[in-house]
């Protein structure tokens, strides 16, 4: 748990944008589970309905009093998936910037304490050391750690809203 303090800490009060970017996830979440559940109708349609493992009473009655047909359908989940893929988009994008910015404060903000260091207190480091923990360190954060933290969070909510829509829609099937 430190090292989620650890994060929390550098992020500082940029961590506020993350509630904002999870609502991002769970929209894309929501589409993926949309796509994960016309899958099923889908298949079951195009293989003639009633053939085999497809096959489902409460589907078929709904299909049929929808009227819906292989066109609509085929429509319909290609605009979910197509949906899913640019929401996908904007939250990788959404994830980068946020990370990019992250780190270009966080440059500023060392070279503002190195700016504001006593001489006596500057000269007892090498000068490649402020400019490695300036260049090499808060890159490495951002764009490794910081990235890869944001995406664990949008993959744990995904594969967690999965799972609540299969416990939930999982009953009435």
Do not use: W
Not at 44 to 70: A, C, H, Q, V, W
Not at 76 to 86: D, G, Q
């Amino acid at each position: 748990m430190s090292y989620f303090k650890q994060i929390k800490f550098i992020i500082g009060n940029d961590f506020k944008f993350i509630p904002i970017l999870s609502l991002l996830f769970i929209l894309v979440s929501c589409l993926e589970v949309i796509g994960l559940a016309l899958i099923y109708p889908f298949i079951s349609i195009i293989t003639g309905g009633n053939s085999g493992t497809f096959s489902n009473e409460k589907l078929d009655f709904l299909f049929e009093y929808l009227n819906f047909d292989n066109y609509f359908l085929s429509i319909l989940f290609f605009l979910v998936f197509f949906s899913k893929a640019i929401g996908l988009l904007v939250v990788n994008k959404k994830i980068f910037k946020f990370c990019y910015n992250k780190g270009a404060k966080i440059k500023i903000e060392i070279l503002d304490r190195i700016q504001k260091l006593e001489y006596s207190n500057y000269i007892k480091k090498e000068s490649s050391e402020y400019l490695h923990s300036i260049q090499v360190l808060v890159t490495d954060f951002s764009q490794s750690v910081l990235v890869s933290f944001l995406r664990i969070i949008s993959e744990s909510l995904l594969i967690l809203f999965i799972f609540h829509m299969i416990q939930i829609f999982g009953r009435r099937m």
